[in-house]
């Protein structure tokens, strides 16, 4: 069994919405620590956005702050992105990311890592 799926990616035309969704399959590890990255071809993996339990915060990219919304729903172990206004230059594999060790959202080690969602975004 795969401890952390995503779902939700496809393809849209510029300015549409999707959500993506990720569930952690093992209780113990919770919804705490998550965060969400992309990696597009050619291009390094950059941190979008995530949780930080510590402060008990939330943190967005600055390229999709105003754009992409996180929220998690703890009683299922799930965390979603709301990605809005989107563009071509959002077209990435994006992963999910849980069971943080050290630094933050967009710093950290993820022990778990999903195996990507696909998003396409045309112009």
């Known amino acids: 069994q795969v401890p952390v799926v995503e779902s939700g990616g496809g393809s849209v035309q510029a300015g549409g919405s999707l959500t993506l969704s990720c569930t952690v399959s093992?209780?113990?590890?919770?919804?705490?620590?998550m965060a969400w990255y992309r990696q597009a071809p050619g291009k390094s993996r950059e941190a979008v956005a995530g949780?930080?339990?510590?402060?008990?915060?939330?943190g967005v990219a600055d390229s999709v702050k105003g754009r992409f919304t996180l929220a998690r729903d703890s009683a299922k172990n799930t965390i979603h992105l709301q990605m809005n206004r989107l563009n071509p230059e959002d077209t990435a594999m994006y992963y999910c990311a849980a069971d943080r060790s050290g630094g933050w959202w967009y710093d950290g080690r993820y022990r778990l890592w999903g195996r990507g969602t696909q998003v396409t975004v045309s112009s």
């Open positions: 949780f930080d339990s510590g402060n008990n915060k939330i």
């Open positions: 093992i209780p113990s590890v919770g919804n705490r620590d």
